[in-house]
């Protein structure tokens, strides 16, 4: 089984592939990762050249079954590509959440100097300690790519190139489910929701 995680940044994408794949025990295959692992800078937060995307992504997909996508794909060029080289997904879930939403979170999260784990200051993941990791204990630091006029601009290109990926499942008579969440709601309660019915179809 197939299943991709989208959603615009700071909707939770991240916690949300970790706890699914803990329960249901599938590999989390995330596109930053592997893109930084081939020596590409994802590091401006700007969308990178479909073409390269594409032939690192091919490499790490094909053949493979039974994962939790995070990241991939993020216009409808890759989308196709995905399709006609790779893959039909069985499920999208679909992470929905408002501008004004991923502003709040931006300006709250801070990440781990070491580990990378990432927490936010506006209620939902606090770290015991101020500023300091519950796991390892190393530092947290706000990301610089964080403010305001950077969050709006990836927030714009998730509506104008990725979103319509979604509405391209919601129309097209693949047999591929797309399930929207409200991205506000727990990531452990959405989790545990996709979860369950994943165990029930597959029982």
């Known amino acids: 089984m197939k299943i991709i995680v989208?959603?615009?940044?700071?909707?939770?994408?991240?916690?949300?592939?970790?706890?699914?794949?803990?329960?249901?025990?599938?590999?989390?295959?995330g596109c930053s990762n592997e893109l930084e692992k081939n020596g590409l800078n994802i590091k401006t937060g700007r969308l990178l050249p479909d073409h390269d995307v594409n032939n690192v992504m091919k490499?790490?997909?094909?053949?493979?079954?039974?994962?939790?996508?995070?990241?991939?794909?993020r216009t409808l060029i890759q989308n196709q590509f995905m399709i006609e080289n790779l893959f039909i997904p069985d499920i999208i879930i679909a992470l929905n959440i408002s501008e004004?939403?991923?502003?709040?979170?931006?300006?709250?999260?801070?990440?781990?100097?070491?580990c990378k784990e990432i927490y936010n200051l506006?209620?939902?993941?606090?770290?015991?300690?101020?500023?300091?990791?519950?796991?390892?204990?190393?530092k947290l630091e706000h990301r610089k790519d964080d403010t305001?006029?950077?969050?709006?601009?990836?927030?714009?290109?998730?509506?104008?190139?990725?979103?319509?990926?979604?509405?391209?499942?919601?129309?097209?008579?693949?047999?591929?489910?797309?399930?929207d969440f409200d991205a506000t709601e727990k990531c452990e309660d959405i989790a545990e929701?996709?979860?369950?019915?994943?165990?029930?179809i597959t029982s």
């Open 6 to 29: 989208i959603g615009a940044n700071n909707s939770g994408k991240g916690t949300i592939v970790k706890l699914l794949s803990k329960k249901i025990g599938f590999e989390v295959i």
């Open 59 to 73: 490499k790490h997909l094909l053949g493979k079954d039974n994962f939790i996508l995070e990241g991939y794909p």
């Open 100 to 114: 004004e939403e991923v502003l709040s979170r931006a300006v709250g999260r801070r990440v781990c100097t070491n």
């Open 122 to 138: 506006n209620g939902f993941k606090v770290p015991k300690i101020e500023n300091i990791c519950d796991k390892c204990g190393s």
């Open 148 to 179: 305001k006029e950077a969050v709006s601009t990836r927030y714009f290109e998730y509506v104008e190139m990725t979103e319509p990926i979604i509405n391209y499942y919601r129309s097209e008579t693949l047999k591929t489910i797309v399930w």
């Open 193 to 200: 929701a996709i979860s369950d019915y994943i165990k029930y």
